[in-house]
């Protein structure tokens, strides 16, 4: 599960999107992922624990 620390919203899984720059301006071309809030498109987000959910630990 992953949390926006903008919006507070808690999903599942980010959006993601490849973003390609230029880095230098000729071939150094660069490609890579992020990921964001899928609510307010923030990348403003944390991984948190799968097996948090709500309820008493033991
Ligand atoms: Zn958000």
Redesign the pocket.
Known sequence: MFL?N??G?VFREPDTKRVTENMDGENGWWTYTVAF?P??G?HNIEETAENNEDGPED
């Open positions: 926006c903008r919006c919203e809030c609510i307010c923030s």
